[in-house]
């Protein structure tokens, strides 16, 4: 899958593993799916999963990974994933944003993904398909890319990677769980948290005021094709000027998230959330207790993680240079698992129970 800040691969067992141990039912719902890493991992554990997000490249991740089942999509994606490789390079649009107004990628590989995504445009595939053959797209572009794995700028110098040729694989695909069909869909997190009932949620939010739409607008706008105007060095879309997530606003933050834990439809929750974050562990673990007229049980279980690759790098100024020192290398990711207790009387001590630390 493609490079991403937040990802939880290293933590995909654990959670995985959380979800089986807690669940009373079949169906998740993962309100800020990502790259639907996480929706991936429980479909193939056999859950029926609710995917949701805001951007319309995650909610293509999500479409792909999630909703499409491979028995319905394998075949005819793997010929039209023939036919689009063999495509010769048209520059358009993409080539002159993010290969000569930008340096994002090498322009004969930009010439490729317009060549393909005008190709996809013009099939009129339906939705599940289609987001297949996009998000087969969008990985071949991650593969060549020349970023340290965020798109608010590029690499001065070409990454390696960048030189290698642009190639679509067929991405891994599960077949539909016994528990039934998986869906997707492109919501705010709040609407959906009120519009859709399951057995547990799964909450990993934005915790700092990065956008995800801005540090990924290359994907947003492949997805999209809207060929929108664009600012600055890194030729953002002119929408990320606008669209602004209240997650992404500390004062806005605790606001947020008690209004959308207030609104989930589910019996138990999960919450992923970071030492670095706008909430300590303190106050996550407060709000989660006071859940269900403080009737719910929360146990908190803490990992040790690395830290994302720009601080793995450092701190550079524009023209390359490495400024600042970095504090810390290591960080500590939480699970907060909120149960609601029916019958429970709520009480002073909130039933909050924790592990230790696990390396």
């Known amino acids: 899958m493609i490079k991403y800040l937040g990802s939880k691969r290293r933590l995909l067992d654990r959670i995985g593993d ?34 949701n997000d805001h951007n319309a490249y995650a909610h293509a991740l999500a479409r792909c990974y999630v909703e499409a089942d491979r028995e319905t999509m394998e075949h005819e994606a793997r010929l039209l994933i023939d036919e689009f490789n063999r495509l010769a390079g048209r520059p358009g649009y993409f080539t002159e944003t993010f290969c000569e107004r930008s340096r994002f990628f090498q322009p004969r590989n930009g010439a490729r993904i317009d060549a393909i995504r005008e190709a996809i445009a013009a099939k009129g595939l339906p939705p599940d398909l289609e987001a297949v053959l996009l998000v087969s797209l969008m990985e071949a572009a ?19 990677r960048a030189h290698n040729d642009l190639e679509l694989r067929l991405p891994d695909l599960l077949p539909r769980p016994a528990a039934g069909r998986c869906e997707a869909h492109c919501l ?11 057995d547990i949620a799964y909450v990993d939010p934005p915790y700092n005021q990065h956008s995800y739409l801005g540090n990924y607008h290359v994907w947003e706008t492949l997805v999209r094709w ?25 004062p806005r933050f605790a606001a947020a ?101 696990d390396a």
């Open 257 to 357: 998230m008690r209004g959308l834990l207030e609104a989930i439809r589910a019996p138990v929750i999960v919450v992923s959330f970071s030492n670095e974050g706008w909430l300590d562990r303190d106050a996550m673990e407060s709000m989660l207790a006071g859940l269900h007229g403080g009737r719910t049980q929360v146990t908190t279980i803490a990992v040790d993680h690395p830290r994302y690759v720009g601080a793995q790098i450092g701190i550079h100024n524009p023209r390359g240079e490495k400024v600042g020192t970095v504090s810390h290398l290591r960080n500590t990711e939480y699970l907060f698992v909120a149960a609601d207790r029916p019958g429970a009387d709520a009480g002073p001590a909130a039933s909050r129970t924790t592990t230790p630390a």
């Open 142 to 160: 991650d593969r060549v890319d020349s970023t340290t794995g965020v798109q608010m700028a590029y690499l001065k110098h070409w990454a390696p």
């Open 18 to 51: 959380t979800v089986e141990r807690v669940a009373g039912g079949p169906t998740v719902l993962d309100l800020f799916s990502g790259t639907s890493r996480v929706g991936h991992a429980l479909k193939q554990r056999g859950f029926r999963v609710i995917a």
């Open 226 to 250: 809207d060929k929108p105007e664009v600012y600055g060095v890194a030729c953002k879309r002119i929408d990320c000027r606008e669209r602004r997530s209240e997650f992404n606003s500390r």
């Open 188 to 198: 705010d997190a709040p609407e959906a948290a009120r519009r859709f009932a399951a």
